[in-house]
Protein backbone atom coordinates (compact mmCIF):
# COMPACT_ATOMS: atom_id res chain seq x y z
CA UNK A 1 0.00 0.00 0.00
CA UNK A 2 1.09 3.61 -0.70
CA UNK A 3 2.47 5.82 2.05
CA UNK A 4 0.78 8.55 1.22
CA UNK A 5 -2.77 7.40 -0.08
CA UNK A 6 -5.55 10.62 -1.97
CA UNK A 7 -8.64 9.63 -2.62
CA UNK A 8 -10.40 10.10 -5.14
CA UNK A 9 -7.62 9.92 -7.78
CA UNK A 10 -10.48 11.52 -10.42
CA UNK A 11 -13.11 13.41 -10.23
CA UNK A 12 -15.50 15.59 -12.17
CA UNK A 13 -17.81 18.19 -10.97
CA UNK A 14 -19.80 20.90 -12.09
CA UNK A 15 -19.52 24.81 -11.06
CA UNK A 16 -20.63 25.60 -7.44
CA UNK A 17 -20.16 22.37 -6.23
CA UNK A 18 -18.54 21.34 -2.94
CA UNK A 19 -15.81 19.06 -3.29
CA UNK A 20 -13.63 17.55 -1.34
CA UNK A 21 -10.03 15.82 -1.71
CA UNK A 22 -8.71 13.58 1.07
CA UNK A 23 -4.88 12.57 2.16
CA UNK A 24 -3.98 9.55 4.62
CA UNK A 25 -0.18 9.08 5.40
CA UNK A 26 1.09 6.24 7.19
CA UNK A 27 4.44 7.23 7.40
CA UNK A 28 4.22 8.84 10.80
CA UNK A 29 4.94 12.35 9.69
CA UNK A 30 3.92 15.66 11.38
CA UNK A 31 4.23 17.69 8.61
CA UNK A 32 1.62 17.86 5.24
CA UNK A 33 0.79 20.03 2.76
CA UNK A 34 -1.30 20.48 -0.41
CA UNK A 35 -0.17 21.33 -3.58
CA UNK A 36 -0.87 22.20 -6.96
CA UNK A 37 -0.28 21.24 -10.56
CA UNK A 38 -0.49 22.86 -13.60
CA UNK A 39 0.93 22.25 -17.20
CA UNK A 40 4.11 25.23 -17.43
CA UNK A 41 3.26 26.03 -14.05
CA UNK A 42 5.16 23.75 -11.55
CA UNK A 43 3.97 22.95 -8.29
CA UNK A 44 1.69 25.79 -6.04
CA UNK A 45 1.61 25.01 -2.63
CA UNK A 46 -2.02 26.00 -1.30
CA UNK A 47 -1.45 24.74 2.29
CA UNK A 48 0.57 23.14 4.66
CA UNK A 49 -0.06 22.51 8.43
CA UNK A 50 2.73 21.19 10.64
CA UNK A 51 1.16 19.68 13.38
CA UNK A 52 -2.85 18.94 14.39
CA UNK A 53 -2.78 22.33 15.37
CA UNK A 54 -1.27 24.10 12.86
CA UNK A 55 -2.89 25.38 9.88
CA UNK A 56 -1.20 27.53 7.07
CA UNK A 57 -1.62 29.34 3.78
CA UNK A 58 0.44 28.97 1.08
CA UNK A 59 0.81 31.17 -2.05
CA UNK A 60 -2.47 30.39 -3.85
CA UNK A 61 -4.95 29.77 -0.45
CA UNK A 62 -7.90 31.72 -2.26
CA UNK A 63 -10.79 29.30 -2.73
CA UNK A 64 -9.62 26.60 -0.96
CA UNK A 65 -10.16 25.68 3.09
CA UNK A 66 -8.45 22.84 4.83
CA UNK A 67 -9.04 20.51 7.71
CA UNK A 68 -6.40 18.52 9.74
CA UNK A 69 -8.41 15.99 11.44
CA UNK A 70 -5.75 13.95 12.65
CA UNK A 71 -1.84 13.34 12.67
CA UNK A 72 -2.36 10.87 9.22
CA UNK A 73 -5.27 13.48 7.88
CA UNK A 74 -5.15 16.32 5.86
CA UNK A 75 -8.03 17.00 3.72
CA UNK A 76 -8.48 19.94 1.02
CA UNK A 77 -12.24 21.75 -0.01
CA UNK A 78 -13.02 23.61 -2.28
CA UNK A 79 -16.27 25.48 -1.28
CA UNK A 80 -17.57 26.36 -4.61
CA UNK A 81 -15.72 24.73 -7.52
CA UNK A 82 -14.72 26.92 -10.39
CA UNK A 83 -13.23 26.27 -13.80
CA UNK A 84 -9.75 27.46 -13.39
CA UNK A 85 -9.33 24.92 -10.31
CA UNK A 86 -8.93 22.39 -12.26
CA UNK A 87 -5.93 21.12 -12.01
CA UNK A 88 -3.81 18.02 -10.77
CA UNK A 89 -3.48 17.98 -6.82
CA UNK A 90 -1.01 16.50 -4.54
CA UNK A 91 -0.55 15.73 -0.99
CA UNK A 92 2.87 16.03 0.71
CA UNK A 93 4.20 14.95 4.09
CA UNK A 94 7.38 15.31 5.68
CA UNK A 95 9.22 14.84 8.71
CA UNK A 96 9.91 17.83 10.99
CA UNK A 97 13.74 18.67 11.21
CA UNK A 98 15.63 21.26 13.04
CA UNK A 99 17.28 22.59 9.16
CA UNK A 100 13.82 23.66 7.41
CA UNK A 101 12.03 22.40 4.95
CA UNK A 102 13.23 18.49 4.47
CA UNK A 103 12.23 15.77 1.88
CA UNK A 104 8.20 15.50 -0.02
CA UNK A 105 6.80 12.29 0.02
CA UNK A 106 4.38 12.48 -2.38
CA UNK A 107 0.70 10.97 -3.02
CA UNK A 108 0.01 9.80 -6.39
CA UNK A 109 -2.57 12.88 -7.15
CA UNK A 110 -6.34 13.43 -7.81
CA UNK A 111 -7.00 15.21 -10.90
CA UNK A 112 -10.02 17.51 -10.26
CA UNK A 113 -12.12 18.26 -13.34
CA UNK A 114 -14.49 21.21 -12.93
CA UNK A 115 -17.10 21.61 -15.65
CA UNK B 1 12.55 34.51 -0.66
CA UNK B 2 14.05 31.70 -2.07
CA UNK B 3 12.75 30.93 -6.13
CA UNK B 4 14.25 27.81 -8.35
CA UNK B 5 14.47 28.57 -12.51
CA UNK B 6 14.67 25.41 -14.67
CA UNK B 7 15.43 27.43 -18.04
CA UNK B 8 14.04 24.55 -20.47
CA UNK B 9 10.71 24.02 -20.72
CA UNK B 10 11.37 20.84 -23.23
CA UNK B 11 14.12 19.00 -23.91
CA UNK B 12 14.56 15.78 -26.49
CA UNK B 13 17.28 13.26 -26.12
CA UNK B 14 18.37 10.26 -27.96
CA UNK B 15 18.51 7.25 -26.33
CA UNK B 16 22.14 6.78 -25.43
CA UNK B 17 23.19 10.01 -25.09
CA UNK B 18 23.76 11.91 -22.08
CA UNK B 19 21.23 14.92 -20.29
CA UNK B 20 22.15 17.64 -18.62
CA UNK B 21 18.80 19.41 -16.84
CA UNK B 22 20.13 23.00 -15.60
CA UNK B 23 18.34 24.42 -12.18
CA UNK B 24 19.15 27.50 -11.02
CA UNK B 25 18.53 29.00 -7.52
CA UNK B 26 17.93 32.66 -5.59
CA UNK B 27 18.88 32.38 -1.59
CA UNK B 28 21.13 34.02 -0.08
CA UNK B 29 22.89 31.23 2.41
CA UNK B 30 23.19 27.62 1.35
CA UNK B 31 20.31 25.84 0.08
CA UNK B 32 18.75 22.57 0.07
CA UNK B 33 18.31 21.16 -3.50
CA UNK B 34 16.50 18.59 -4.23
CA UNK B 35 15.53 16.78 -7.74
CA UNK B 36 12.13 15.20 -8.36
CA UNK B 37 10.91 13.10 -11.40
CA UNK B 38 7.11 12.60 -12.21
CA UNK B 39 6.47 9.60 -14.51
CA UNK B 40 3.10 10.24 -16.42
CA UNK B 41 -0.22 9.57 -14.55
CA UNK B 42 2.47 9.33 -11.69
CA UNK B 43 3.11 11.33 -8.29
CA UNK B 44 6.76 13.02 -7.70
CA UNK B 45 9.62 10.63 -6.70
CA UNK B 46 12.97 11.95 -5.29
CA UNK B 47 16.03 10.97 -7.52
CA UNK B 48 18.55 13.10 -5.14
CA UNK B 49 18.98 15.67 -2.42
CA UNK B 50 21.80 17.88 -1.03
CA UNK B 51 21.81 19.35 2.15
CA UNK B 52 25.37 20.05 2.96
CA UNK B 53 28.88 17.86 2.22
CA UNK B 54 30.08 16.72 -0.80
CA UNK B 55 28.45 19.20 -3.63
CA UNK B 56 28.78 15.90 -6.47
CA UNK B 57 25.19 14.08 -5.01
CA UNK B 58 24.32 10.81 -6.20
CA UNK B 59 20.69 9.63 -6.80
CA UNK B 60 18.99 6.67 -7.85
CA UNK B 61 18.62 5.34 -11.51
CA UNK B 62 22.22 6.73 -12.57
CA UNK B 63 21.17 10.42 -11.66
CA UNK B 64 23.59 12.76 -10.68
CA UNK B 65 24.07 16.52 -9.67
CA UNK B 66 26.13 18.96 -8.94
CA UNK B 67 25.89 22.28 -5.99
CA UNK B 68 27.85 25.48 -7.55
CA UNK B 69 27.36 27.86 -5.29
CA UNK B 70 29.60 30.36 -7.67
CA UNK B 71 26.84 29.94 -10.47
CA UNK B 72 23.31 29.18 -8.10
CA UNK B 73 23.24 26.00 -9.69
CA UNK B 74 22.47 22.43 -9.22
CA UNK B 75 22.15 20.97 -12.63
CA UNK B 76 20.91 16.85 -13.18
CA UNK B 77 23.09 14.87 -15.05
CA UNK B 78 23.17 11.26 -16.61
CA UNK B 79 25.92 9.73 -18.95
CA UNK B 80 23.17 7.16 -20.89
CA UNK B 81 19.52 8.06 -20.97
CA UNK B 82 17.13 5.49 -21.29
CA UNK B 83 13.53 5.50 -22.97
CA UNK B 84 12.28 5.04 -19.73
CA UNK B 85 13.72 8.26 -18.51
CA UNK B 86 11.27 10.18 -20.43
CA UNK B 87 9.36 12.15 -17.64
CA UNK B 88 9.18 15.89 -16.03
CA UNK B 89 11.48 16.94 -14.00
CA UNK B 90 11.20 19.21 -11.31
CA UNK B 91 14.71 21.09 -9.35
CA UNK B 92 12.81 22.67 -5.49
CA UNK B 93 15.38 24.53 -3.27
CA UNK B 94 14.60 24.44 0.45
CA UNK B 95 16.39 26.28 3.21
CA UNK B 96 17.02 26.83 6.88
CA UNK B 97 14.63 29.01 8.29
CA UNK B 98 11.81 28.39 5.49
CA UNK B 99 8.95 25.84 6.59
CA UNK B 100 8.67 24.42 2.76
CA UNK B 101 10.01 23.71 -0.77
CA UNK B 102 9.75 26.27 -3.44
CA UNK B 103 9.65 24.12 -6.71
CA UNK B 104 10.74 25.28 -10.35
CA UNK B 105 8.17 25.07 -13.68
CA UNK B 106 9.40 22.01 -14.63
CA UNK B 107 11.38 20.20 -17.72
CA UNK B 108 9.64 17.96 -19.84
CA UNK B 109 12.44 15.30 -21.38
CA UNK B 110 11.58 13.53 -24.50
CA UNK B 111 13.82 10.81 -25.60
CA UNK B 112 13.77 9.72 -28.85
CA UNK B 113 15.23 6.36 -30.28
Known amino acids: DADVTQTPRNRITKTGKRIMLECSQT?????MYWYRQDPGLGLRLIYY???????NKGEISDGYSVSRQAQAKFSLSLESAIPNQTALYFC??????????????FGEGSRLTVL | AQSVTQPDIHITVSEGASLELRCNYS??????LFWYVQSPGQGLQLLLK??????LVQGIKGFEAEFKRSQSSFNLRKPSVHWSDAAEYFC???????????FGKGTMLLVSP
Open chain 1, 27 to 31: KGHDR
Open chain 1, 92 to 105: ATSEANGLGAGELF
Open chain 2, 27 to 32: YGATPY
Open chain 1, 49 to 55: SFDVKDI
Open chain 2, 50 to 55: YFSGDT
Open chain 2, 92 to 102: AVGASGYSTLT
